[in-house]
Structures are given as structure tokens and as C-alpha cells.
């Protein structure tokens, strides 16, 4: 499996959770993405490390997520802090090798783009 992602759970609003997504068989590198589906809705891309390490996020998700990245472990990480029961959803990890991109072209990508993808996590946050 490219991709694997782990850590999602239930918690409450103002709760923390952090995701972690790895890769086996290949280094995680150029666009590598945290994209999540709600019930109903299309797949949104909320936090983005381009290929010079630059982090872009959603507008939702500002000043409350933090992507990162565990090189040696060949990790990428999603810090969720204060979540909000909006937050809740299906988080995946998707990641594109091919070529260098920088963070704010790689979200304005979509899921089907990225070579990588991997099966998602839930996280839900309660009221």
C-alpha cells in the first residue's frame, strides 16, 4: 500500500489529534498533501508541504493545523488542535514524486492528480 495513515479518532471540540501518514519504498517528497471528505460533500485539500518545504493551508483550518514532515522516518504528519465538530471527516494523504512544485500549485491540485494516495482515517469531534 503507497500510503498508510493512522491517528484519527473521536475526541471533543477543542480537542487535539495528530495524523500521521507513511510511505514505504519511496521518499516522501515534492507535493505531499492532507485532504479530507465529509458526508456530503467533495474532497477538500486543508494543509500542504510543497517541494521547497513550504506549508499552505485552508482558510479552515488556519492557525489550527500544522503539517510536517519526519524525513528520516519517512513520516508526514497532521497536527489538529482545537478541532470543531466541522472538522469532522475522512482524512487521506496523497503525495505527487514526480517533479518539484511549490505548496500553493500542489493544492490547487486534485485527489486523482497525486500518484500516491493512501485509504484515509476517520476523525470526529463532538459538540
Known amino acids: 500500500v503507497p500510503l498508510v495513515e493512522s491517528g484519527g479518532g473521536s475526541v471533543q471540540t477543542g480537542g487535539s489529534l495528530r495524523l500521521s501518514c507513511t510511505a514505504s519504498?519511496?521518499?516522501?517528497?515534492?507535493?505531499r498533501t492532507w485532504f479530507r471528505q465529509a458526508p456530503g460533500k467533495e474532497r477538500e485539500a486543508v494543509a500542504v508541504l510543497g517541494s521547497y518545504g513550504s506549508a499552505v493551508y485552508a482558510d479552515s483550518v488556519k492557525g489550527r493545523f500544522t503539517v510536517s514532515q519526519d524525513n528520516a522516518k519517512n513520516v508526514l504528519y497532521l497536527q489538529m488542535n482545537s478541532l470543531k465538530p466541522e472538522d469532522t471527516a475522512m482524512y487521506y494523504c496523497?503525495?505527487?514524486?514526480?517533479?518539484?512544485?511549490?505548496?500553493?500549485?500542489?493544492?490547487?491540485?486534485?485527489?486523482?492528480?497525486?500518484?500516491?494516495r493512501g485509504q484515509g482515517t476517520q476523525v470526529t469531534v463532538s459538540s
Open positions: 519504498g519511496y521518499p516522501l517528497e515534492n507535493c
Open positions: 496523497a503525495a505527487e514524486l514526480s517533479s518539484f512544485h511549490s505548496g500553493p500549485f500542489c493544492q490547487r491540485q486534485s485527489w486523482t492528480w497525486y500518484g500516491f
